[in-house]
C-alpha cells in the first residue's frame, strides 16, 4: 500500500469514527519524494464536518471551517496516518500525547 493509500484510509477511518458514514473527500500528491505532500479537498457540507472531527483528533490540522482545500504536509500526513491506526487503549492514548507534542 503507497503513502497515498494509507493516507486516504486514515482519513476515511478518522471520519467514520466521528459518524460520517461515506465520507467524500478528494486527495491530490503535490511532491516528487516520498515523503509526500498532498492537498485535501473536500465539497460542502460534509467536507466541513471531515476536517473538525480530524482537527479534533490529529493535533496540528488546521482549524479553518470555511475552506475545503488543506495542504499536508509530510509531518502531518504520518500524524494522521498514525491516530487512525492506533488503537483507543491507554497506552495508545498516552503515545498519541508524546507524538503530539513532538
Not at 38 to 51: A, D, H, K, N, S
Not at 52 to 57: H, R
Not at 78 to 100: P, T
Request: net charge negative; with cysteine.
Amino acid at each position: 500500500m503507497d503513502r497515498q493509500e494509507l493516507l486516504e484510509g486514515a482519513i476515511r477511518t478518522i471520519a467514520q469514527r466521528a459518524g460520517l458514514d461515506r465520507p467524500v473527500f478528494h486527495l491530490t500528491s503535490v511532491s516528487q519524494d516520498a515523503a509526500g505532500v498532498f492537498i485535501l479537498q473536500t465539497e460542502w457540507p460534509g467536507g466541513r464536518l471531515i476536517c473538525e472531527k480530524i482537527a479534533e483528533s490529529v493535533n496540528g490540522f488546521p482549524r479553518y471551517p470555511y475552506t475545503t482545500c488543506v495542504a499536508l504536509l509530510p509531518d502531518l500526513v504520518d500524524k494522521i496516518i498514525w491516530v487512525a491506526q492506533r488503537d483507543g487503549n491507554a497506552a495508545g492514548d498516552a503515545d498519541a500525547a508524546q507524538m503530539d507534542s513532538r
